[in-house]
Nanobody
Framework: QVQLVESGGGLVQPGGSLRLSCAAS????????MAWVRQAPGKGLEWVSD????????YYADSVKGRFTISRDNAKNTLYLQMNSLRPEDTAVYYC?????????WGQGTQVTVSS
């Protein structure tokens, strides 16, 4: 079955960096676009970034453009999100997401807290 497992979150000071990972299984990873989505406390889901199956096209929300970089290693079935220059407003649970045959699949999420 489809499984997505995020890791790499934590507590970081403003201006710091984190790299999130999402280990995927149960589907043909290299054929699928993948996305990162976040949910801040008390707010709805916010799309952050996505990348096509081959890794050649990346898209970013304006709020993270120039600070975050999405990437993937298809040999390892793993999606990444490098987050630099973190701000308190980046505090959220971060989820990786894939849509397969009209259904959305999500991991359990990883908490990122940006605070001094």
């Amino acid at each position: 079955q489809v499984q997505l497992v995020e890791s790499g979150g934590g507590l970081v000071q403003p201006g710091g960096s984190l790299r999130l990972s999402c280990a995927a299984s149960g589907f043909t990873f290299g054929s699928c676009s993948m996305a990162w989505v976040r949910q801040a406390p008390g707010k709805g889901l916010e799309w952050v970034s996505d990348i096509d199956g081959g890794g050649g096209r990346e898209y970013y929300a304006d709020s993270v453009k120039g600070r975050f970089t999405i990437s993937r290693d298809n040999a390892k079935n793993t999606l990444y999100l490098q987050m630099n220059s973190l701000r308190p407003e980046d505090t959220a649970v971060y989820y990786c997401n894939v849509n397969l045959h009209g259904f959305g699949f999500w991991g359990q999420g990883t908490q990122v807290t940006v605070s001094s």
